[in-house]
């Protein structure tokens, strides 16, 4: 099942309906809503969508102007886009793993340079095999040294499942790997990468590793990212295998203390894609029924 774009569904909705965007700006003017007609142009065009609250408001009745179904609209509008510069700040990792406190003590091992690597973009592929199971995370980071003498990055990963050897991580471009800690009864890995040089203040540096998982896994049904710093784009892309691919995906944004939020994730032939611009520390994840 593929879940269209807001544009494309705002479109089709009001083709539907029969209306004329200057009725539908009164419907909601009536029921207290404020939208111009050139705001609901913009947005049937995709030149921009609804980000602010009064906007995410406003879709809720249109939704019923529409006389579309409860979520069509505020379930495909996507995360916000968050503008303006951000300061980097440093989230623990029991905020993050509260789930996981294996995690923190194999991270403080590694993790006195971390928070002086500002992150100008973070690119996920995971590939799965014919099984479901998780084969390959390719990761690619572009980062820049808030103070000299960086050279160091921690990674972190925790199976679904524990066990007995564990992932291994491959460096691809400009680092190599020095210590690494695992935890077979919890399937948790942190390892140090080192980076091909010690950077000076307001180097950049594009990093690339692999981490390839142990064979025989379960079938996967989600991937997570956790983030600890803000980062001003992440990507993730699932390629899943041809014989194995789901129904549907979904996406999940948890970040900044905010509620979390998601919706319905296109899914392109065999690979689900999904980014966001300007992201808060927190949980970024991309979800699929079989």
């Given at each position: 099942m593929?879940?269209d ?5 705002l479109r089709?909705?009001?083709a539907?309906s ?5 009725r539908?700006r009164?419907?909601l ?9 050139a705001?609901l142009?913009q947005w049937?065009s ?6 602010r609250?009064?906007s995410l408001?406003a879709l809720?009745?249109l939704?019923d102007v529409?006389?579309?179904p ?13 503008r303006g510069?951000?300061r ?6 029991e905020?993050v793993w509260p789930?996981?406190?294996?995690v923190?003590p ?5 993790d006195?340079?971390d928070e002086f690597?500002m992150?100008l973009?973070?690119h996920?592929v ?9 084969v390959?995370?390719?990761v690619r980071l572009?980062?820049?040294a808030?103070?000299?003498g960086?050279?160091?990055l921690p990674v ?8 007995p ?8 471009r400009h ?5 690494v800690?695992?935890l077979p009864?919890?399937?948790s890995m942190v390892?140090?990468?080192?980076l091909?040089r010690?950077?000076a203040?307001?180097?950049?540096v594009m ?6 998982y142990?064979p025989?896994a379960?079938?996967?049904v989600r991937t ?6 803000p980062v001003?784009e992440?990507?993730v892309?699932?390629?899943f ?6 129904d549907r ?5 948890a970040d900044g ?6 919706g319905?994730?296109?899914l392109?032939?065999?690979?689900a894609?999904?980014?966001v ?9 991309v979800r699929?029924?079989?």
């Open positions: 593929e879940t774009s807001f544009d494309r569904v089709a909705a009001i539907r029969g209306l004329g965007l200057e539908i009164c419907h003017a009536q029921r207290g809503c404020r939208v111009s007609i705001t142009s049937q995709g030149k921009r969508r609804p980000e609250q009064e408001r809720v009745v939704e529409l006389s579309i409860a979520g069509t609209l505020t379930g495909v509008v996507g995360p916000p886009r968050l510069p951000q980097q700040r440093r989230v623990s990792p905020a789930g996981e406190p294996q923190p194999l991270l403080g091992e590694v006195d340079e690597l992150r973009s973070h996920d995971l590939r799965l095999g014919a099984d479901g199971a998780e390959s995370l390719a572009v980062l820049r808030a103070r000299s960086v050279s160091r972190v990963s925790v199976l679904d499942e524990p066990h050897t564990g992932q291994w991580v491959r460096p691809v680092c190599s790997v020095g210590e800690a695992y009864e919890f399937g390892a140090s990468l080192r091909d010690e950077l203040r307001g180097d950049v990093v690339e590793y692999e981490i390839v142990p025989g379960p079938r996967s997570e990212r956790k983030l600890r710093f001003r992440y990507f892309e699932v390629e295998h041809p014989r194995a691919v789901p995906c979904h996406w999940l944004v203390g905010r509620a979390a939020r998601g319905g994730l296109r392109d032939g065999t690979t894609q999904f980014a611009s300007g992201a808060d520390p927190g949980i970024y994840a699929w029924d079989w």
